[in-house]
């Protein structure tokens, strides 16, 4: 059953038709796999290339780079219906809206024309290194140093916690050029870790495929950079590949990073609430259905009410950020409301299942420790109501 939702006014036909065939590719293709990449801890490649032949990748990406030419809209279906396919472990949306834009926005021509098609098919695989063992969201203090020599940067430094970290082979790295300053000290160098015969660059290393509490098809790993070497080139700075800019685009580009979280917690709710009212329909307890206890029912009446106005505010921030009009205020709310409410409504639901919520066969299980870290990532909930208070 489907839960009946105000219309979405972002939504057109193209994005619905889009939305459509991407549940559909899912439910066949992918959701059969599922427990295989949780026991392998990551997707393959493979799916990468799969993703790329059925335009999930690059939605958003001008046609002129290999992308599908559509808008966020785009972007956010793809992320609704994985969320909805309860397949954490595709790291999509951050390949496509997080890490191309950034190339997009901030790279010349040539380095659009080089890395954003072979995004788009899934032969590049995308990164951002932000997080360091010592700084997470202090961005600004990163200790991450690239050292000029010649036409080359040398990158010394150590991150944690990269999405996309086992696969990537295009990897944007926070780091300082300059560690004398600041955010003005801050540039993003884009490194190509593979060379063309699939072995990797000198100095970089791909550390432990971490063990986490959810998200268990996710790689997400440590990565280290013990003097890389890096074209000047590779630096995000526009055709003048002027220094220092890097904080600032950072900034410019966060907003979106947090409405794909938010997108994603919106489509987990939608799921367990399904989910949750199918199991209490079927289920018998002391002679009758666990749905027909008014307690049941009172339960996920005001659950759906707090999905329906999740999605309302989802729905009302992605007009706005459509328009580019979400600052990075409302992004931030937007992002801490959402996911603290996904781990209520996980929590909600996850009861009326019993024991067998506790079992991982039981996708309520994973939908409820995958929404755990939302409220971490991307900026902790407490950051992102400090940054909003700014703004008060």
Known sequence: MSLPLFPSAWISEEHQMLQDSVAR????????????????????????REAGEMGLLCASMPEQYGGGGGDFGHDAVILLEQ??????????????????????????????????????????????????????????NVRTVARREGDEYVLTGQ??????????NLIIVVCKTDKAQAAKGISLLVVEVEKEDGT?????????????IGMKAQDTSELFFDEVRVPVSNLLGGESGIEGQGFAQLMQELPQERLIIAVSAVGAMERALEDTIAYTKERKAFGKSIW???????????????????????????????????????????????????????????????????????????????ARVARIYGGTNEIMKELASRFM
């Open 25 to 48: 590719f899912f439910k066949q293709n992918w959701v059969p796999r599922a427990a295989e990449w949780r026991e392998a801890g990551m997707m393959g490649r493979d799916t990468w």
């Open 83 to 140: 969320a909805r396919a309860n397949l954490s472990g595709f790291g999509g949306g951050l390949h496509s809206a997080i890490v191309g834009p950034y190339i997009l926005h901030y790279g010349s021509e040539a380095q659009k024309q080089r890395w954003l098609p072979k995004m788009a098919k899934g032969e590049l695989i995308g990164a951002i290194a932000m997080t360091e063992p010592g700084t997470g969201s202090d961005l600004q």
């Open 159 to 168: 991150k944690v916690f990269i999405t996309n970290g086992q696969n990537a």
């Open 200 to 212: 990797l660059v000198e100095g970089f290393r791909r550390g432990r495929n971490l063990d986490k």
């Open 292 to 370: 027909d206890f008014q307690n049941t029912r009172f339960k996920l009446a005001e659950v759906q009410s707090q999905v329906l106005a999740a999605r309302a505010l989802l729905d009302a921030s992605m007009s706005a950020h459509l328009k580019g009009e979400l600052d990075a205020a409302r992004a931030a709310l937007v992002k801490a409301w959402t996911t603290d409410l996904a781990s209520k409504v996980m929590d909600e639901c996850l009861q009326l299942f019993g024991g067998y919520g506790y079992m991982m066969e039981y996708p309520i299980a994973e939908l409820y420790a995958d």
